[in-house]
């Protein structure tokens, strides 16, 4: 790749995730503010319903709702617009021609920059709270793992949303059951040991346990769980690029 | 060296109605209603070629583009394009309303194919050329329709691009701006770089283009000098033409209230070769018959016309030469040896002005339609008026 093809395909996924994100956010009254609405009143009723009427007892309940709920919450929204993210740019597709990939992938950026604005503030908050840790640097492997993870689906989903009409709804109910399937609402530790070895293999479990462990400073085993995500991301990728790019030839036929 | 090669070339095409569903699918083979675009093309062009494409809706022509610009894949054959191409086809794809005109031809730039900086370097020519001052700051949804498109233009033919497409965006914008789309396409063809022009204007392809292809039904007719390619193109429609004047508006009066002064018309009618048909034969003339009366002392002067498509667009204009005015009353003739378009109507302007062209005498602005209907339908359009003086 020359350096002028590098600079082009940079400075083109700027552009179109300024232009998702300026689009979503500008025209509405509050603007950005709507990137911490939203996630908070999740947050807020979540902590509520599960530490007031259900009584989870876990230490320091709200944090870790909440830092379960930031990477679930990345991994879902950008999931669901990333899918439709070429049918939403139809115009594009059928006009100019220019590397598709870059539409999925700069939707998931857009949820990648809001993602890490409301990651500052929880961060700034456990400084506060907890005090320093060099536990927060794990972050960044972590969020770096967690994006490639959701464009490798991303791809490969969108690719087949394009030309299949009920991809969305499939994705939308399989998202219910992984919400819950994840460790977010509870810990681990509270999955049943026969159903581990199968629980596990959920690529999202390393992702939240992880974070949780990391704001929270417990010692939970992460290692095992991540290395698990990990593995199957890099067997997701290529996958994901493979089928798009032989899909995405046709994608101005199908839109 | 060869700027496009294509070879063996074809494109098939599924029709359905919807997008099917990938739950059925996975059970229920699906039936599949397919159609053949574009069948074993084989196109070298040159560099420097300047190529117009030519063929009736549905021949495969923006099928053909979309290809070389990379759009759409064949389904079988080869695409080898040399050097980077720059595509009209649709001007502002990829604005976005919300987004402000700056935002968006940064990202209407990268699209296209420059990195930001190229941009930066561009910007003040582009925002220059789109002449849309203030608004650059406001977004695109403030803005008029021919705001955008000048915008949309003015990325697109910024980009410097080694091969330029165009697909009918001349028929777009009003006509100050299609002289600046013509001036800007001649400015191309300067600079002795590619252009493939799909249009149903044949005389803009005449003009424009060295070559011409001719496609039809998916395949290549013809290809060659675009004057003689134009011309067989044209004839193949005269065939057992039979075109109808069924309208009674093709004669305007003037109103004989109208002080009479000056230089004025009196009288424009359309002449059929046999008065009494209401059918024009193949072979006819169109022929309009323009009435005269001249009050004044004025000697001479020049007769105008102007012809525009139902949407008021211009379309093509020609004035006479020097007529002499002296009788006091007199008619000139307009005639066409063919049919300017086969369906459709088209207005008329006709003027009288003084030899310089500054002063006007007189001035009938679009007053005049003439409606055409043919038995096949195609869209080109063949100017070729003369004037006839007594």
Same mark, same amino acid.
Not at chain 1, 166 to 174: E, G, H, I
Not at chain 2, 203 to 219: D, F, S
Not at chain 2, 276 to 289: E, G, Y
Not at chain 2, 329 to 346: A, E, F, H, Q, W
């Given at each position: ?255 | ?32 209603? &397919? ?146 789309? +013509? ?29 011409? +292809? ?52 009196? &009288? ?123």
């Amino acid at each position: 790749m020359t350096k002028r093809k590098f600079a082009y395909l940079k400075d083109l996924t700027i552009s179109l995730t300024i232009k998702e994100l300026k689009s979503k956010y500008t025209s509405a009254t509050l603007g950005f503010l709507w990137i911490l609405i939203n996630p908070l009143l999740q947050m807020i009723i979540l902590t509520l319903v599960f530490s007031i009427f259900l009584k989870i007892e876990v230490e320091n309940y709200p944090l870790f709702v909440f830092s379960g709920l930031l990477p679930w919450m990345f991994f879902s929204l950008s999931l669901q617009s990333g899918i439709s993210s070429l049918i939403a740019n139809r115009d594009l597709i059928k006009k100019v021609n220019f590397p598709r990939e870059l539409l999925p992938m700069s939707s998931v950026f857009a949820h990648l920059f809001t993602f890490c604005l409301v990651l500052v503030l929880l961060t700034a908050f456990v400084v506060v709270t907890l005090g320093p840790s060099f536990l927060l640097l794990f972050l960044i492997p972590v969020i770096v793992l967690e994006t490639i993870l959701i464009i490798s689906i991303v791809l490969l989903l969108s690719s087949l949303d394009i030309y299949y009409r009920d991809v969305s709804f499939v994705l939308q109910a399989m998202l219910t059951v992984w919400f819950y399937a994840t460790p977010i609402l509870y810990p681990i530790e509270f999955v049943p040991e026969k159903y581990f070895a199968f629980y596990i293999l959920n690529p999202m479990v390393g992702i939240t346990t992880s974070f949780q462990s990391i704001f929270l400073h417990t010692n939970v085993a992460t290692f095992t769980p991540i290395l698990i995500s990990a593995v199957e991301t890099a067997i997701l990728l290529p996958i994901g690029f493979f089928v798009f790019k032989k899909r995405s030839k046709y994608f101005a036929d199908w839109v | 060296m060869d700027a496009i090669i294509l070879q063996n070339v074809s494109k098939k095409y599924s029709l359905s109605q919807y997008r099917p569903i990938l739950l059925k699918s996975l059970f229920v083979p699906q039936e599949k209603e &397919e159609v053949w675009a574009l069948k074993n093309v084989n196109l070298n062009i040159k560099k420097g070629e300047t190529v117009g494409i030519i063929g009736e809706n549905g021949s495969g022509k923006s099928t053909l583009l979309k290809i070389i610009a990379g759009i759409t894949t064949p389904t079988k054959g080869s695409v080898k394009v040399n050097g980077r191409v720059g595509s009209l086809i649709e001007l502002g794809a990829g604005f976005h309303q919300d987004l402000t005109g700056r935002e968006n031809i940064y990202l209407n730039g990268t699209l296209l194919g420059l990195t930001k900086k190229e941009i930066d370097k561009k910007y003040k020519d582009i925002v220059d050329f789109a002449d849309i001052g203030e608004f650059i700051n406001q977004p695109i949804r403030t803005y008029s329709s021919g705001m955008t498109i000048r915008l949309g233009f003015s990325v697109a033919v910024h980009l410097d691009p080694d091969i330029l497409l165009i697909d009918e965006v001349l028929a777009v914008g009003d006509e100050e701006f299609q002289r600046k789309c +013509i001036y800007k396409i001649s400015e191309f063809q300067k600079l002795k770089k590619t252009f493939i022009l799909v249009s149903h204007n044949i005389t803009l392809i005449e003009n424009l283009c060295k070559t011409a +292809i001719w496609l039809e039904k998916g395949k290549i007719l013809k290809r060659g000098d675009s004057v003689k390619v134009t011309k067989r193109y044209l004839n193949s429609f005269r065939v057992e033409k039979k075109i109808l004047y069924k309208n009674p508006e093709n004669k305007i009066i003037i109103n004989s209230k109208q002080p009479k002064t000056g230089v004025k018309f009196k &009288e424009i009618r359309y002449i059929a070769d046999n008065a009494n048909s209401t059918f024009l034969s193949p072979n006819n003339h169109l022929k309009i018959m323009i009435e005269y009366e001249n009050y004044s002392q004025i000697k001479s002067a020049l007769f105008g016309v102007a012809v525009y498509d139902e949407l008021g667009l211009h379309l093509y204009g020609v004035s006479s030469p020097k007529v002499d005015l002296s009788d006091g009353v007199g008619c000139v003739y307009l005639v066409m040896d063919k049919n300017p378009i086969s369906n459709g109507k088209l207005l008329f302007t006709f003027g009288i002005s003084s030899l310089d062209g500054h002063i006007q005498y007189d001035w009938l602005e679009k007053e005049y339609t003439l409606s055409f209907k043919d038995k096949i339908n195609n869209n080109f359009l063949n100017f070729n008026f003369k004037w006839v003086l007594k």
